[in-house]
């Protein structure tokens, strides 16, 4: 089983933080690749860089299917990009904030969870409501740290992290604790035992449940509107796209 894990910023180092801690915590036989766009911000951040990164998503989907993968992740917390990645393949897809909120209702009734800025904490609540888990969110609290620090300054960002899981463990009466951004996928143990709760980390998260899919034999639909986009030509620096699978998108295959 090939699952290509998709860091949709341009930071190297966190692409190499996100592929560890997906390999350490993949089953025997699931090969993981971890990779990120040519182009982009070094983070994200806000609604731009999202919007920015989510055509990096897509070519990163476009090669993985040349490539024969069997499944992606998106390993950003704010999912950017993740329906119309969908939309390029049969394969399963799931966004890492998608991934951690499934996992976090399945061992509690209530999470809070713990992001780097206040402005993404906005996002991640957009998302709550998107998915339909906001009534198992209590609150969505953040460390106001940069989204770089957890790379340059990682004491510093873990120990500010840790600070707002215990205060969200005294304060909002939950059961679990969800980590809100890709770069903090290898400090989930660190923090569990720092908080005294259960931490659901969305890339480790997403990595088994693509797993489970894999394994039951599903991927994307293509009836609806996850189906393959309609060819039509792209002008300009987006041209590479015209030629996606045009002999391919028959949505009734």
């Known amino acids: 089983m090939q699952i290509r894990v998709i860091n949709p910023n341009t930071t190297r180092g966190m692409t190499d933080t996100i592929g560890h801690a997906a390999q350490a915590i993949a089953s025997p036989g699931t090969l993981i690749s971890a990779t990120q766009p040519a182009h982009g911000p070094v983070s994200i951040e806000s609604h731009f860089d999202e919007a920015i990164s989510a055509t990096g998503v897509l070519e990163e989907v476009a090669a993985g299917e040349r490539d024969g993968v069997d499944a992606y992740i998106i390993a950003c917390f704010g999912d950017p990009g993740l329906l119309a990645a969908r939309e390029l393949t049969r394969a399963p897809v799931i966004g890492i904030a998608e991934a951690a909120f499934h996992m976090a209702t399945l061992i509690s009734t209530r999470f809070s969870v713990v992001t780097t800025l206040g402005r993404t904490g906005i996002i991640a609540e957009h998302l709550l409501e998107q998915y339909g888990f906001r009534h198992h969110c209590r609150r969505v609290r953040a460390a106001e740290i940069p989204v770089l620090d ?18 969200a463990r005294d304060e909002d009466g939950i059961g679990a604790l969800v980590l809100g951004c ?56 987006y041209a590479h796209f015209s030629d996606h699978e045009a002999s391919g998108n028959d949505e009734t295959r």
Do not use: Q, Y
Not at 201 to 226: P, Q
């Open 150 to 167: 957890l790379e340059d300054d990682g004491d510093a960002a873990l120990t500010r992290i840790i600070e707002e899981g215990r205060r």
């Open 182 to 237: 890709g770069g903090m996928a290898d400090l989930t143990d660190e923090i569990a035992e720092a908080v005294g709760l259960p931490v659901v980390e969305g890339v480790t998260a997403a990595v088994k449940l693509t797993e489970a899919l894999v394994g039951l034999g599903l991927g994307t639909s293509k009836v609806g509107d996850l189906a393959f986009p309609r060819p039509k030509p792209f002008i300009g620096r």
